[in-house]
């Protein structure tokens, strides 16, 4: 949990990969993904692990203000 792997790929792209994220370090996470992304100056694009379903929920929990459960 709290963890991500990061890795340049052999094309210049930039992977992130993460398990779960705790609450407390949600929001900076998040922070850190978008800052990077206009850092570097390219698109960035998500792909959730748990597919359109789990996207779809995962953007529900925010939208009702719910937090992340460990």
Known sequence: MDSMEITILEDG?????????????????????????QACGGKQERKHKHGMLGAAAHAAKHALGMGHES
Do not use: L, Q, Y
């Open 13 to 37: 792209r930039i992977k992130v990969e993460t398990g779960p994220v705790s609450a407390p370090n949600h929001m900076t996470a998040e922070a850190f993904m978008r800052n990077m992304a």
